[in-house]
C-alpha cells in the first residue's frame, strides 16, 4: 500500500491529473502487484515562486515521492521506477528529464494503518 506524493506547477500538471495518476498507478499495480482498488495519491500543487528548479527542467518538472514497506529486493523497486519513467512520459508530456523519484523505505512497525500498526496486519 504505498503512499505516493506528487510535486509539481499547478499550471502545468493540474490539467494532466488523471493520465499522471493512472499512469502511477499502473506502475504500481504491475511492479508491486498493488491490488488496483488501492490507490494511494496526493497531488502537491504549486505556484511558480514557490517551486525553484533548474533551468534545464521544463514546466512540466515533476518530483514523485512513494513511501512504502521496506523489504523488496532492489531489482523490484528499479523496476518500479523504470515502469514510472516509461508509463509517465508515455501518456503524459512529461519528458524523463522532468521526472524525479525516490522511493522512502519504512518497517511496516512505523505506519499506522486503519487503526493498527503496519506490521499487525
Known amino acids: 500500500m504505498p ?11 493540474a490539467p494532466l491529473r488523471t493520465q499522471l ?20 495519491q496526493r497531488f502537491i500543487w504549486l505556484e511558480a515562486e514557490d517551486f525553484l528548479f533548474p533551468r534545464d527542467r521544463t514546466q512540466y518538472y515533476t518530483i514523485l515521492e512513494i513511501s512504502l ?3 523488496r529486493p532492489a531489482p ?6 523504470r515502469s514510472l519513467y516509461d508509463n509517465i512520459t508515455a501518456a503524459t ?16 512497525a512505523n505506519w499506522g494503518i486503519r487503526g493498527v500498526c503496519g506490521d499487525e496486519l
Open 93 to 108: 508530456p512529461i519528458a524523463a528529464q522532468d521526472l524525479e523519484i525516490t522511493l522512502f523505505e519504512s518497517p511496516p
Open 69 to 71: 514497506f521496506t523489504g
Open 3 to 13: 503512499q505516493i506524493k506528487i510535486y509539481g506547477l499547478k499550471q502545468s500538471l
Open 21 to 40: 495518476s493512472d499512469a502511477i498507478h499502473q506502475s504500481l499495480v504491475s511492479s508491486l502487484q498493488v491490488l488496483s482498488e488501492k490507490r494511494f
Open 76 to 81: 523490484i523497486k528499479k523496476q518500479l521506477i
